[in-house]
């Protein structure tokens, strides 16, 4: 558990850090550094309960917590959900799978550059369904 808190907390620090580059406005800086911590934090008790099978699981949920995190950031803060979404799943953007898509192509390994390529496809797919149906309950609540 100890490990758990030690890699969230380096993923709040680094998407605070991140922020600061995306010119996320001060006073969200730390709500943003929170979206990413939380994010990530969600993604690896996934993967524990998982067993560490299912990354697309563990991807789906944390953009699930993350988006739904998203919406009450902005509702409070009255800020642009975007400004704590983009910041909170930028942990679990797959880029260490297109990077292996890329190597292995590059190898001459078609079936794991495949491989990876369909996983890659598969965790960001995971991901905007995610987006997508939390965004679509606030606004559906939000009509009501």
Avoid at 41 to 61: E, H, N, P
Avoid at 78 to 83: D, G, S
Avoid at 104 to 117: E, K, N, V
């Amino acid at each position: 558990m100890t490990e758990l808190a030690v890699q969230s907390a380096a993923a709040f620090l680094a998407i605070f850090g991140f922020s600061i580059i995306l010119d996320v406005p001060k006073k969200f800086l730390l709500y943003a550094g929170a979206a990413g911590g939380v994010c990530w934090f969600v993604y690896l008790l996934a993967l524990q309960a998982d067993g560490k099978r299912s990354l697309i699981m563990a991807a789906f949920l944390s953009s699930l917590v993350v988006s739904i995190l998203s919406h009450i950031f902005a509702r409070v803060l009255k800020a642009p959900v975007t400004v704590f979404l983009v910041a909170g799943i930028l942990p679990t953007v797959p880029g260490a799978s297109v990077y292996r898509c890329v190597y292995f192509m590059i190898q001459g390994l078609a079936d794991l550059s495949t491989y990876h390529l369909v996983q890659t496809i598969q965790i960001a797919g995971a991901m905007a369904l995610a987006i997508f149906i939390v965004d679509s309950l606030f606004r559906l609540v939000q009509k009501t």
